[in-house]
């Protein structure tokens, strides 16, 4: 019966209940919107870490100086095969890869495509969590031998061979034939932005004497370092600093001759800048709600004017305050319900045609779906309450006079 009377004083003025119902609906469209979108962008986050490898340190060689120009970190040779198998030996050190990066030619018939050329060791799929999708990956003995076997990536493959199995073919990295012994399972963009699929990895001695060469046998430019767990990184990273500057007799007051980066750190960096902008969007869309409720307020509190002579004959034939008050209240609890129910709706449309259109990785949860609706109705009914109250609280005999 409540209902039924709420329903219709809402149907008699349709068009200003409407209006009432847009804030809420705008505002709860906005929240799930931008939730789902911050959502988003913590998964995509969260894949590019995962895709990265965890516990990672990178240990890049020092700068080289000549003629007054400086190189960056990396430009030396300060690093080299012999500082790995020590640093492996530190307690705590799961696996640690000495790494020869370059970039080269491939060339396999009329196709050539230029690709990023690793050379490393088989520890380096282990530190960056990469599996093998199809064929095998090279072992210690195709370092020792320095083989030209070679993995690639899902891009160089695609560009190099098209759409044929690239497993024990035979191309070209510049001049020198390689056989393809596997292919890497797909890894998507990193953190940087750049495609860790388009890549061609080699034993590290055969990038050293056949692809790139060198001048200081053994030396690499960097090396990657895999902890057996996060907390122990603290630990480890004192233990490499003081014996890689033991090993290369670096006295105490001189820096170190290479760069150590700490990956997890700045990924977890990446992952809490990416949580605070979802968190900051949901709050900036939640103003919406704010005002959303002050609209409904404001219109209870204008209908509760117009009709107070109403109230006060309801009053007069035996109404009771707390009939008036749920009679109200009820009013704002439907506009509230209707409201949130349509903008979820919009928000879950929205956020589907972002997605659709942009290609943003967009998350419709339940628990934001959740938390949109429950806010909102809440904010509808808190503030519908104070005109069903004002309302409640009419005197009858004032309520009759009023014109």
């Given amino acids: 019966m409540m209902l039924g009377e709420a329903w219709r004083a809402m149907g008699a003025n349709r068009m200003r209940t409407l209006l009432t119902m847009l804030g809420m609906v705008i505002g709860v469209a906005a929240v799930v919107l931008m939730m789902s979108i911050g959502q988003g962008a913590q998964y995509a986050v969260k894949q ?39 640093i492996s030996e530190l307690h705590g050190v799961q696996a640690v890869a000495p790494i020869q990066p370059g970039s080269a030619q491939v060339i396999y018939g009329a196709n050539n495509w230029s690709t ?38 899902k891009t160089a493959a695609e560009n190099l061979f098209g759409d044929d199995d690239p497993v024990g073919k035979t191309f070209r990295i510049r001049q020198s034939p390689f056989i393809v012994l596997g292919t890497l399972a797909a890894k998507g963009q990193g953190m940087d932005g750049r495609d860790q699929d388009d890549t061609v990895i080699v034993p590290l001695t055969t990038a050293q004497r056949q692809v790139f060469g060198t001048q200081f046998p053994g030396s690499v430019r960097m090396m990657m370092v895999q902890t057996s767990s996060e907390e122990v990184m603290p630990q480890v990273e004192r233990s490499m600093i003081e014996l890689l500057r033991q090993r290369h007799r670096i006295r105490e007051g001189m820096d170190n001759d290479f ?10 960096s990446a992952a809490e800048s990416t949580r605070v902008m979802s968190l900051l969007l949901g709050a900036i869309a939640s103003v919406s709600l704010l005002v959303g409720g002050i609209g409904i307020m404001n219109i209870m509190l204008v209908s509760v004017t117009e009709r107070t002579r109403e109230i006060g004959i309801r009053m007069a034939i035996g109404a009771r305050q707390r009939d008036i008050l749920l009679q109200f209240l009820m009013e704002a609890i439907i506009i509230s319900v209707l409201g949130c129910t349509i903008g979820l709706l919009l928000g879950i449309g929205g956020a589907l045609m972002v997605d659709a259109i942009t290609g943003t990785a967009v998350i419709i949860s339940g628990n934001s779906v959740f938390i949109a609706f ?22 009858p005999i004032e309520a009759l006079r009023y014109q």
């Fill in 48 to 86: 590019s870490i995962a895709a990265m490898g965890s516990n990672l340190f990178i240990l890049l060689s020092g700068s080289t100086s000549a003629g007054g120009v400086r190189s960056g970190g990396g430009g030396g040779y300060t690093l080299n095969v012999s500082d790995a198998d020590a």
């Fill in 116 to 153: 990023s050329v690793i050379g490393t060791t088989p520890q380096y799929l282990d530190a960056r969590s990469w599996n093998i999708s199809s064929g095998a990956a090279f072992t210690d003995s195709d370092v020792r031998s320095a083989t030209r076997v070679a993995l690639i990536g």
């Fill in 259 to 268: 760069y150590l980066r700490n990956l997890t750190a700045a990924a977890d």
């Fill in 374 to 395: 429950s806010v909102a109705a809440t904010v509808g009914i808190f503030f519908g309450y104070y005109p069903a109250r004002k309302a409640a609280q009419l005197d």
